[in-house]
């Protein structure tokens, strides 16, 4: 990683690992991954087939963020240590 900061395109180009997929029969299916430049951010996507709709929801340090462009602030300030 370099030290210019990280923009909205890097996080596009970044690659991803699996880390969990469930399968919730009938209700749909949700996938845990992990960003392999930044490993940082996660993104959970999550289908709901009743509903017919798609999600996606991006974590840094394991703290939900309400968009991507929160993701791209967040990873650009140090880490936040875990609170008590």
Known sequence: MTSSP????????????LLMHLNLGRQGSRTLK??????????????????RR???KFLVD?????SL????SR???PKREAEE
Do not use: H, M, S, W
């Open 62 to 66: 394991n703290i939900e963020c309400a």
């Open 6 to 17: 990280i923009t909205k395109d890097d996080l596009k180009k970044c690659g991803t690992t």
């Open 69 to 72: 462009d929160e993701a791209v």
């Open 54 to 56: 798609a999600e996606r």
């Open 34 to 51: 992990q960003c392999i430049e930044y490993p940082r951010l996660t993104i959970a996507d999550c289908f709901l087939k009743k509903e």
């Open 75 to 77: 990873l650009n300030e």
